[in-house]
């Protein structure tokens, strides 16, 4: 695997992106891999994060594609299998792949799902060929059933946004829709998960600008770009990786036990982003549900109005079970990344990170190291219950043992977060305001935190099960 423990030169110094490309493919023992952790500048700053397939489709809360690349190259070898349970837009996917390793992409939102499978399934030129010439005779508007049109328009989630969809742009929308459906039917899978991947960019573009987008050349314009994206990957690829994308709960990974060599995640935070919200639109079109995601969905905020910190004890039972479900598919002695900034809850600083360290002892995990990393700042994303996320940790741990427990195991789960959450309160008491970026509760607020939390310590066992 890795063999010479060979010293950095960088010690102290700023990484340029070749210095940082070199150093990481150089080999290393395993001790030796662990020390150049210390080396990198993590802040990546004015790196290019956004090559190749990566640009498919925007996607919140990602992360830079230099954070798995570096566990990757130190610690995995061509042919190795690396998984992310939370696989976003796929990062991890797409950097095993494009350095022959095997992925497992996990998501239960299914358009992460289709996302990462589209930037990590080379195809065939012959294939494209036969989309754009279904894509040359497209309708650009669906002028025959207006019927259909009027539908969609009345039955748009009434958000601020729904008014960007008018009904041309939703005749346009449906166009191609029906387009790629025809695709599908003529049994052309890839091509029609591509066309829709592009549909959903082109969605997302029009939320977020607003309006005075030209749907359907945007629409051409993607697919365009993906065609080269994946001919340009095609290049880089040796024997085609085995890349699998699943749609399931972190909670319950449909992965094989012992079988993967390197975990590299970034779960939801809590309290910060709802993935369901941001994608409703585009689930919408492609004919997704949204709410079976939202049911589902870690972190999500939208629930417990009237006693915040239930969410945290929630949050904490959801992400122990999965890593748990982490721990059991991992090969001994392999490590477990996961990427997470702090949030807060009622002015209370909610420092992720520690919470997952002090809980990976119960579960046969070893916390090797915390990286924190400052978030350069065109590559921030913002919440409107934190504010913008300016920094982040990269919390290290090696699988020692076996959990010894499994993942349903509710008493399990509900005793490690009791223990947390009394810890957290403890806290909380000992340093008076420890809020996110300075803003400090009130006294009064500060005693109502506590009885708050208090009250939730006492609801763990129900608010830690599982929603059906
Ligand atoms: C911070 S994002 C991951 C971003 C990813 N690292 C990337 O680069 O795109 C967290 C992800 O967790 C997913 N998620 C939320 N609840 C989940 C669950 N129960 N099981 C699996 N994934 C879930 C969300 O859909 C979201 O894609």
Redesign the pocket.
């Known amino acids: 695997m890795l063999y010479n423990n060979k010293q950095s030169t960088l010690s102290g110094e700023k990484n340029t992106e070749q210095e940082y490309l070199e150093l990481v493919s150089e080999q290393y023992t395993f001790p030796g891999a662990i020390n150049l952790l210390d080396e990198i500048d993590w802040d990546f700053k004015d790196f290019t994060t956004q090559y190749l397939t990566h640009r498919f489709h925007s996607?919140p809360?990602?992360?830079i594609p230099q954070i798995p690349l570096t566990f990757i190259k130190l610690f995995t070898d061509e042919g190795d299998t690396v998984l992310?349970?939370?696989?976003?837009?796929?990062?991890?996917a797409v950097e095993a792949f494009l350095n022959n390793r095997n992925s497992i992409g996990?998501?239960?939102?299914p358009l992460?799902v289709l996302i990462t499978k589209v930037k990590t399934t080379l195809i065939d030129e012959t294939e494209f060929r036969y989309l754009n010439r279904k894509l040359s005779v497209m309708k650009r508007y669906l002028d025959l059933d207006y019927r259909r049109v009027e539908d969609r328009a009345e039955n748009m989630p009434n958000r601020k946004i729904s008014k960007i969809f008018n009904k041309v742009i939703i005749s346009k929308l449906e166009a191609i829709r029906e387009t790629l459906l025809e695709v599908k039917e003529e049994g052309h899978d890839d091509v029609y998960d591509l066309g829709r991947t592009a549909l959903s960019s082109t969605i997302w573009a029009l939320v977020e600008n607003g309006n005075g987008i030209n749907v359907d050349d945007m629409f051409l314009r993607k697919v365009k770009y993906m065609r080269g994206g994946l001919k340009e990957t095609a290049k880089i690829v040796k024997n085609i990786p085995d890349a699998k994308a699943i749609n399931?709960?972190?909670?319950r990974l449909e992965v094989e036990t012992d079988s993967v060599d390197l975990i590299v995640?970034?779960?939801?935070y809590v309290n910060a982003l709802d993935?369901y919200r941001a994608h409703m639109y585009n689930m919408l079109w492609l004919g997704m549900d949204f709410d079976l995601f939202r049911k589902?969905?870690?972190?999500g905020h939208s629930h417990f109005i009237a006693n915040r910190f239930r969410l945290l004890s929630e949050y904490m039972g959801?992400m122990l079970r999965s890593m748990i479900e982490m721990n059991r598919v991992l090969k001994r002695d392999k490590l477990c990344v996961i990427v997470v900034g702090n949030s807060s809850l009622e002015y209370e600083l909610i420092e992720s990170h520690r919470f997952f360290a002090e809980m990976a002892g119960d579960i046969g995990f070893e916390p090797i190291k915390t990286i924190h990393r400052n978030i350069d700042k065109t590559k921030k994303y913002t919440s409107a219950d934190v504010g913008k996320i300016d920094d982040e940790y990269i919390l290290v741990m090696q699988k020692t043992e076996d959990a010894g427990i499994t993942a349903d195991n509710d008493g399990f789960v509900s005793e490690i977060v009791t223990e947390q959450m009394i810890n957290f309160s403890e806290q909380v008491k000992r340093v008076q305001g420890t809020s996110i970026r300075g803003r400090r509760p009130t006294k009064e607020r500060l005693l109502k935190n506590i009885e708050r939390i208090s009250n939730a310590i006492e609801t763990i066992p129900q608010d830690i099960r599982i929603k059906v």
């Open positions: 996607y809360a990602r992360f992310d349970p939370f696989c976003g837009c796929g990062t991890t996990n998501d239960f939102n992460a399931g709960d972190a909670r995640t970034s779960p939801p993935y589902h969905e870690i972190g959801d």
